[in-house]
């Protein structure tokens, strides 16, 4: 870490327990390419421009860079969608994941969002579209070079959702995402190097879809189909990744069809799951399953959040952890005021003197600002084009504030296992009607059971618990349970922005910041 910097590098890594599943930042692409521009030289941020408390390096904003960052973090999440795919070209955006350090771990995210958004066209379930082929031989290419763990390039089932772009797509049924999904799989399986482990992703909207998807897609799992080249863990989507009745119930199946061995499948990954409650929920299940059948076996999940807020303005000010209650992040608007540019007060001293966060946490980003760091185009600034900008933030104001919000969100990620350890309890997490009963009580038990149908019949004995957890943007769990699109206020309080819709299956953070750049 630079010798001037100010502030204490603060070492997440460290901070994370082993037994604790684990949060991967779905990390923009926005987020890194002015950093991996700067790194290159190409001074993408003018000295001047650069907040004094950063001595003049925003490469400590990197949480990959375990000498330089202002907080380190070696984990992440990062999308073949958003990636430039050319592995040949030498591209200064993609230089944080490409060149980041050894012992960092990144997960590929394949890209199926993209297809359901009709930005990769083609025609999916022709295993003979030259569009198509072209692309998965992109995808496969990209994650065997980069990433460490990869997901097979599944159509979401969501994308039954978009009609209007079936025309980008050609996915009318869910036995099309199959079919396309299966013609993806069985490229991956027979033309991956091995450099990347390959996690086989589980879709459907209900559990009828999702337990014809599980036992059609199972094989290319299993060691007695490929001995050889068989996919090395399981990525849950649709309602398989937060409805809990079913999540614990497709676990049950994995142990028992021989599907979750050590060694063979050690990670499973929940997609777009920002819930509080959920991190430790994720933890118990862990924990259980390492206990009594794959003791390498972990949890991850991801979600892109303090992206996609801060591309809305809104930062991560505060997170509650009551007893029996629901626990929250809090986002709110923050400072954005031509006023301020040339405001020398600390950032978090000027937030709260002048009402703009009634409480506000501060990070390590945040305590090497000043107000004006934020808010650095004054009254006349004028723009690219010579015309006066509409706010006061520029590129860097949105980076800082991303940055800020990643770290909040993995310290309260941390705080939420910390907390659950000291015996909090989220109300969602326990149930005290007739007698107490806690989620990590019952999955402890579930389990401890060696014979599938009794762990089965256990989960379907407390249907009307699972039932009482709240599934963040997807609805709830439980064997009646379908999926809906809830608003961002489910996950987080938000002050004054109620309308602010999150759901990370259909909408894209980068996608917000490039029009922003723009």
Same mark, same amino acid.
């Given at each position: 870490?630079?010798?001037?910097?100010?502030?204490?590098?603060?070492?997440?890594?460290?901070?994370?327990?082993?037994?604790?599943?684990?949060?991967?930042?779905?990390?923009?692409?926005?987020?890194?390419?002015?950093?991996?521009?700067?790194?290159?030289?190409?001074?993408?941020?003018?000295?001047?421009?650069?907040?004094?408390?950063?001595?003049?390096?925003?490469?400590?904003?990197?949480?990959?860079?375990?000498?330089?960052?202002?907080?380190?973090?070696?984990?992440?999440?990062?999308?073949?969608?958003?990636?430039?795919?050319?592995?040949?070209?030498?591209?200064?955006?993609?230089?944080?994941?490409?060149?980041?350090?050894?012992?960092?771990?990144?997960?590929?995210?394949?890209?199926?969002?993209?297809?359901?958004?009709?930005?990769?066209?083609?025609?999916?379930?022709?295993?003979?579209?030259?569009?198509?082929?072209?692309?998965?031989?992109?995808?496969?290419?990209?994650?065997?070079?980069?990433?460490?763990?990869?997901?097979?390039?599944?159509?979401?089932?969501?994308?039954?959702?978009?009609?209007?772009?079936?025309?980008?797509?050609?996915?009318?049924?869910?036995?099309?995402?199959?079919?396309?999904?299966?013609?993806?799989?069985?490229?991956?399986?027979?033309?991956?190097?091995?450099?990347?482990?390959?996690?086989?992703?589980?879709?459907?909207?209900?559990?009828?879809?999702?337990?014809?998807?599980?036992?059609?897609?199972?094989?290319?799992?299993?060691?007695?189909?490929?001995?050889?080249?068989?996919?090395?863990?399981?990525?849950?989507?649709?309602?398989?990744?937060?409805?809990?009745? =079913?999540?614990? @119930?497709?676990?049950? &199946? *994995?142990?028992?069809? $021989?599907?979750?061995?050590?060694?063979?499948? +050690?990670? %499973?990954?929940?997609?777009?799951?920002?819930?509080?409650?959920?991190?430790?929920?994720?933890?118990?299940?862990?924990?259980?399953?390492?206990?009594?059948?794959?003791?390498?076996?972990?949890?991850?999940?991801?979600?892109?959040?303090?992206?996609?807020?801060?591309?809305?303005?809104?930062?991560?000010?505060?997170?509650?952890?009551?007893?029996?209650?629901?626990?929250?992040?809090?986002?709110?608007?923050?400072?954005?005021?031509?006023?301020?540019?040339?405001?020398?007060?600390?950032?978090?001293?000027?937030?709260?003197?002048?009402?703009?966060?009634?409480?506000?946490?501060?990070?390590?980003?945040?305590?090497?600002?000043?107000?004006?760091? =934020?808010?650095? @185009?004054?009254?006349? &600034? *004028?723009?690219?084009? $010579?015309?006066?900008?509409?706010?006061?933030? +520029?590129? %860097?104001?949105?980076?800082?504030?991303?940055?800020?919000?990643?770290?909040?969100?993995?310290?309260?990620?941390?705080?939420?296992?910390?907390?659950?350890?000291?015996?909090?309890?989220?109300?969602?997490?326990?149930?005290?009607?007739?007698?107490?009963?806690?989620?990590?009580?019952?999955?402890?038990?579930?389990?401890?059971?060696?014979?599938?149908?009794?762990?089965?019949?256990?989960?379907?004995?407390?249907?009307?618990?699972?039932?009482?957890?709240?599934?963040?943007?997807?609805?709830?769990?439980?064997?009646?349970?379908?999926?809906?699109?809830?608003?961002?206020?489910?996950?987080?309080?938000?002050?004054?922005?109620?309308?602010?819709?999150?759901?990370?299956?259909?909408?894209?953070?980068?996608?917000?910041?490039?029009?922003?750049?723009?």
């Amino acid at each position: 870490m630079n010798e001037k910097n100010m502030t204490e590098q603060v070492n997440l890594s460290a901070e994370h327990k082993d037994d604790w599943a684990l949060f991967l930042p779905a990390v923009s692409s926005f987020f890194i390419a002015g950093l991996g521009r700067q790194r290159k030289g190409m001074d993408y941020f003018p000295e001047e421009r650069i907040p004094a408390g950063l001595n003049g390096d925003v490469e400590c904003l990197n949480f990959l860079n375990s000498k330089q960052g202002l907080y380190n973090y070696k984990w992440g999440l990062y999308s073949a969608g958003h990636a430039d795919l050319d592995i040949t070209s030498d591209n200064p955006n993609e230089s944080i994941i490409r060149e980041r350090e050894e012992g960092t771990f990144m997960l590929g995210d394949s890209g199926g969002f993209q297809i359901m958004k009709g930005q990769w066209p083609a025609d999916w379930k022709d295993p003979n579209c030259p569009k198509a082929m072209k692309q998965r031989k992109k995808v496969l290419s990209w994650m065997d070079e980069y990433m460490d763990y990869g997901m097979c390039l599944d159509i979401p089932s969501m994308i039954l959702m978009k009609t209007d772009l079936v025309d980008k797509h050609g996915i009318t049924t869910i036995e099309e995402c199959k079919i396309a999904t299966h013609i993806n799989n069985d490229y991956f399986i027979h033309h991956r190097s091995g450099a990347c482990k390959f996690l086989n992703v589980l879709q459907g909207q209900t559990h009828k879809q999702s337990d014809e998807w599980y036992e059609e897609f199972k094989m290319y799992a299993d060691p007695a189909v490929y001995p050889d080249n068989h996919f090395n863990g399981w990525a849950f989507g649709g309602q398989n990744k937060i409805d809990i009745h =079913l999540m614990l @119930r497709r676990i049950v &199946f *994995l142990i028992h069809d $021989g599907l979750l061995g050590e060694g063979k499948h +050690d990670l %499973l990954h929940c997609l777009g799951t920002s819930i509080l409650e959920y991190a430790v929920l994720f933890t118990d299940i862990q924990k259980a399953v390492r206990k009594y059948h794959n003791p390498n076996f972990m949890i991850t999940f991801d979600c892109a959040s303090p992206f996609f807020g801060a591309a809305k303005g809104l930062a991560y000010n505060n997170s509650t952890f009551e007893h029996n209650t629901k626990w929250t992040y809090s986002m709110e608007k923050t400072a954005e005021n031509k006023d301020y540019a040339d405001d020398s007060r600390p950032f978090i001293d000027a937030v709260l003197q002048d009402g703009i966060h009634e409480k506000f946490t501060d990070s390590p980003i945040t305590k090497a600002l000043v107000l004006k760091d =934020l808010c650095y @185009r004054g009254h006349g &600034f *004028l723009g690219q084009h $010579g015309k006066e900008t509409k706010t006061s933030w +520029d590129t %860097l104001s949105y980076t800082l504030l991303q940055a800020h919000n990643v770290y909040q969100h993995m310290f309260s990620v941390q705080e939420a296992n910390r907390q659950y350890e000291a015996g909090v309890i989220p109300a969602m997490l326990m149930n005290e009607t007739f007698e107490r009963i806690t989620f990590s009580d019952l999955v402890d038990e579930i389990f401890s059971l060696q014979d599938k149908q009794k762990s089965l019949d256990l989960i379907d004995q407390h249907s009307k618990f699972w039932m009482q957890i709240k599934a963040g943007s997807s609805g709830y769990s439980g064997k009646r349970a379908v999926n809906a699109n809830t608003m961002f206020d489910e996950l987080f309080s938000v002050a004054e922005e109620p309308e602010v819709n999150t759901d990370e299956e259909l909408e894209d953070s980068d996608e917000l910041m490039q029009a922003i750049d723009e």
